[in-house]
């Protein structure tokens, strides 16, 4: 039996998720640019899972022109299963999704305002023209495609 969990998600940097600690049973995503190291973060008894992800933080439905294309790595269709299996999973024993990136304001954004509407919430405090976020929309949509393709969303 699903136990139905009001699930909060937060929004950390790399700088500020490392003081950041819980005893709230969470998964944790963490994002960083390809090719750098997995951010480092207090041993949380409570977390339940956590999932590293490396990829640029570019908007591939742009076409950005980019100078050094092999340095860049989008966020694929792997990455947004990844998410949404360990979502699965996890949901029915969490009740907190912590996500960083390296500056807590475009990919993890991205990711947050996706795992709220998957939710079945707004989403509208990720797009505030006030800030502080300014979500991927690449990512955004990717995972909101996928969900709708895995079924989590209608």
């Known amino acids: 039996m699903e136990i139905k969990n009001k699930i909060d998600i937060k929004v950390f940097s790399r700088k500020t998720v490392q003081d950041f600690a819980t005893d709230r049973p969470h998964i944790f995503i963490s994002v960083r640019d ?3 190291e997995p951010v480092e973060v207090a041993i949380m008894p ?4 956590r999932l590293d992800l490396a990829f640029s933080d570019v908007d591939a439905s742009n076409k950005p022109n980019l100078n050094n294309i092999d340095s860049i790595k989008l966020f694929t269709i792997d990455d947004a299963q990844s998410i949404l299996r360990l979502f699965q999973i996890t949901k029915p024993c969490i009740n907190l ?3 960083n990136c390296e500056a807590g304001i475009s990919r ?3 990711i947050a ?3 709220t509407r998957i939710m079945g919430n707004s989403d509208a405090e990720y797009f505030s023209n006030t800030g502080p976020y300014c979500p991927n929309r690449f990512v955004y949509s990717m995972l909101l495609n ?3 393709q895995m079924r989590l969303l209608g």
Do not use: K, L, N, T
């Open 97 to 99: 999704i912590i996500i």
């Open 113 to 115: 305002a996706a795992m």
């Open 108 to 110: 993890s954004s991205g």
């Open 146 to 148: 996928m969900a709708v």
């Open 46 to 49: 409570h977390q339940v899972a």
């Open 34 to 36: 390809p090719g750098s």
